[in-house]
């Protein structure tokens, strides 16, 4: 099955973590024996051998950078500048990436077209047609069909946090760089919107953003918004609205998760909500550092509860997505038990079928929702 993965921090654990994601998991893993800089160290589940594996041929993936001012109670770049030289350094591995036929920025209708055609994804999204395995699927003009193993995993490009947007200006460049997406918040307080754990108003300056993302027709990622600023950006952006990575608060119950009403609101806007497997988003009362995946019994199952409560709100499967961010900052010791890396979600389709999901939704779900959605947001 193929699979869009909406949220991975792919440069971020390129150049912060260190990591060559063109290598094999556990060649990653093995080099990081002894490292203790980082809680996730040698337990990484996110490479672009195991993408390939996984059929997740199309992501979303980051730039991030957070600008901490004196009274910010999270680490962070000193100004707006260097968080905006550090996308930028970021951006210039996604192109080492496509230089080297790892990756392809998909920025466009046309581009996702094609690259859709290039991992043998049906054409009519939601129609059931099985899969031929790829090398036996001619691809007509464009000709030489290219083994698993080589074949260039496409990546929307978004924006976690908009702190590195110095000026507006700075937006536009990014529109021209290949940047499709942009959640305003992460943790804390930012300078466009408060995120994760804080509470307050996204302001003038949040106001004047979402007003520029609507010009550019920038798709509003609505994770991490906190609720004053999730309000105050629903009503002040008319454009498309999704949720990259977020879980449902009825079943884990903290301020990063989205209320029912919040969930309602999206399903009104037509977004599509990325499930993530991060475990403390996934199940109450886990403490990072300390709850133990095989202490809690969470299997990737738990996914399925919180994709089946945003369906049963909404009547229907056709807002639910995968947004793992199983790169972010967490490894094995922080997802399912029975995750050991991202392919894992091979699993996921046989998970949704046992609890009655058609074959439509499970494809709707696995990747056919997030595609519909682009089409629509880039016609
Ligand atoms: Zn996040």
Known sequence: MFFLDAHLDLSMNALEWNRDLTRPIHEIRERERGQTDKPDRGRGTVCLPELRRGDIGLVVATQIARYSKPSHPMPGWRSPVQAWAMTQGQLAWYRAMEDAGEMVQIRNRAGLEKHLELWAVPR??????????????????????????????????????????VMLAHLERSCEQGLRA???????????????????????????????????????????????????????FQGPVWASHSNCRALTPHNRQFTDEQIMELIHRNAVIGAPL???MMIPNWERGKTTPEATGLKLDKMVDHIDHICQLA??????????????????????????????????????KARGFSPDDVEGIAHGNFIRFLRSAWR
């Open 124 to 165: 009519e999204v939601g129609r059931v047609a099985p899969r031929a395995p790829f090398d036996e699927i001619q691809l007509g003009a464009r000709g030489a069909a290219r083994p698993t193993s080589s074949r260039p995993i496409g990546y929307v490009l978004s924006l976690e946090g908009a702190d590195s947007i």
């Open 182 to 236: 942009v959640g305003p918040a992460h943790y804390g307080p930012g300078t466009y919107a408060f995120g994760t754990d804080s509470e307050g108003s996204i302001g003038a300056r949040g106001r004047e953003l979402l007003k520029e993302m609507e010009r550019l027709n920038l798709i509003l990622d609505a994770t991490h918004l906190c609720d004053q600023s999730f309000r105050e950006a629903m009503d002040g």
């Open 278 to 280: 991060d475990a403390w």
């Open 315 to 352: 009547g229907n499967a056709r807002h639910c997505g995968i947004g793992t961010d199983l790169d972010g900052g967490f490894g094995r010791e922080q997802c399912p038990m029975d995750v050991d890396t991202i392919a894992d979600l091979e699993r996921l389709p046989t998970l949704l």
